[in-house]
């Protein structure tokens, strides 16, 4: 009898080693399984993902305007500033020889700012009578006659700035600033103000 409890015994304790076992590979091959899924997991998180093209370009078309004219007078700025040292004074006015050098300067440097050259005669013409027209009689008298002295001026400073030297220092002009401006953009602004301003006299 005690034998065969003894078998009875064995054959349990042989049933449940045999658990035991089976269950200690199935925790282990599921163990071993998950970093494999969770890295498949991510993987396709990844892949689903849409990355930014480093290569693709803000669209910037909404910040230029199509309808730009660079011969417009709206593009044309600084023609009061500039022809500012132009009145107030003429031919026989004390100190207009040097007053002459500066007004001659003022205007050189705006044609070379505004790029004159590039501009047609018409938006030239528009830009000056937006300023002419807004002086009074007296006003547009004596820029025609300072317009005399003004315009020789200009000239010498772009082809013979030597023989000036004196009366641009008198004037307290810096030489080598003057005269800071090219033939052809003086000569878009020496046109138009040769048709428009008036003969003295007249």
Do not use: H
Request: aromatic fraction near 6%; charged fraction near 20%; hydrophobic fraction near 40%.
């Amino acid at each position: 009898m005690k034998s065969r409890y003894t078998r009875i015994l064995s054959v349990l304790l042989c049933a449940a080693l045999a658990c035991s076992i089976l269950v200690g590979c199935s925790t282990a091959a599921s163990s071993s399984e998950a970093p494999s899924s969770a890295s498949s997991s991510a993987s396709s998180a990844a892949s689903s993902e849409v990355l930014p093209d480093s290569t693709t370009r803000a669209d910037t078309s909404g910040l230029n305007p199509g309808d730009f004219d660079e011969n417009s007078i709206f593009s044309i700025t600084g023609t009061s500033a500039a022809f500012e040292p132009c009145l107030g004074w003429g031919p026989g006015v004390s100190g207009c020889s040097l007053k002459s050098v500066i007004a001659a300067a003022s205007l050189l440097q705006w044609a070379e700012d505004a790029r004159l050259a590039s501009r047609t005669p018409d938006a030239v013409q528009e830009a000056f009578y937006n300023w002419y027209d807004t002086l009074d009689a007296d006003e547009q008298e004596s820029f025609a006659e300072a317009w005399t002295m003004i315009e020789p001026d200009a000239l010498s400073l772009l082809s013979d700035k030597e023989s000036m030297t004196g009366r641009i220092e008198d004037a307290g002009l810096d030489p080598d600033a003057l005269p800071g401006c090219t033939l052809k953009n003086w000569q878009a602004l020496q046109t138009v103000l040769d048709d428009c301003v008036p003969a003295v006299g007249q």
